[in-house]
T-cell receptor
Framework: EAGVVQSPRYKIIEKKQPVAFWCNPI?????LYWYLQNLGQGPELLIR????????DSQLPKDRFSAERLKGVDSTLKIQPAELGDSAVYLC???????????FGPGTRLTVL | KNQVEQSPQSLIILEGKNCTLQ??????????LRWYKQDTGRGPVSLTI?????NTKSNGRYTATLDADTKQSSLHITASQLSDSASYIC???????????????FGTGTRLTIIP
């Protein structure tokens, strides 16, 4: 069974540029998460989807971050414009349901110059 | 404030030795306690999930314990191997919040290095 797929694995951009990350969850997993992980820290939830509905986006900085999960499968996280402080690893995870084990992708390491 | 604190921050042990990682949490209302292993450059991988009524759970050479009264958990690694070198993250789950959803609070992890 394929795991959670994320792309790109690495992205380097200049500040004020836009950037997008893509996630393909494990087949059949209805719940999808986007996390931000700074170096030496634990992941922090940005947004959680149940199918195509964003049920918890309270930690998503909506002035510059946006996400979508059309058709309830793949998801895209966008930052526009990127700031220096956005440099981090962006992790996507999926689970069969909210209270089940979460399976993480390898993450996208973003560097903003 | 919901918090998860882990100790030590880092640990170096010889291959074949045992070790125990500690986790203290202050989350309410508490639902479950999870341990994840995160290799460098990879996403976290679940090791164990314990509900508030469980005291221990094993996964191969990994054994997690939970004391919901003292709000402490530990992860014991037996006969360590070089492949155990990773960060180990303790995560506390809150039961349904105002949003009707579960919330997870992640610790900052313990960086474990196994040397030959």
């Amino acid at each position: 069974e394929a795991g959670v797929v994320q792309s790109p694995r690495y992205k380097i951009i200049e500040k004020k540029q836009p950037v997008a990350f893509w996630c393909n969850p494990i087949s059949g997993h209805n719940t999808l998460y986007w996390y931000l992980q700074n170096l030496g820290q634990g992941p922090e939830l940005l947004i959680r989807y149940e199918n195509e509905e964003a049920v918890d986006d309270s930690q998503l900085p909506k002035d510059r971050f946006s996400a979508e999960r059309l058709k309830g499968v793949d998801s895209t996280l966008k930052i526009q414009p990127a700031e220096l402080g956005d440099s981090a690893v962006y992790l996507c995870a999926s689970s069969p349901g909210q209270y089940n084990e979460q399976f993480f992708g390898p993450g996208t390491r973003l560097t903003v110059l | 404030k919901n918090q998860v604190e882990q100790s030590p921050q880092s640990l170096i042990i010889l291959e074949g030795k045992n070790c125990t990682l500690q986790c203290n949490y202050t989350v309410s209302p508490f639902s479950n306690l999870r341990w994840y292993k995160q290799d460098t450059g990879r996403g976290p991988v679940s090791l164990t999930i314990m509900t508030f009524s469980e005291n221990t759970k094993s996964n191969g050479r990994y054994t997690a314990t939970l004391d919901a009264d003292t709000k402490q958990s530990s992860l014991h690694i037996t006969a360590s191997q070089l492949s155990d070198s990773a960060s180990y993250i303790c995560v506390a789950g809150l039961s349904r919040s105002n949003f009707g959803n579960e919330k997870l609070t992640f610790g900052t992890g313990t960086r474990l290095t196994i040397i030959p």
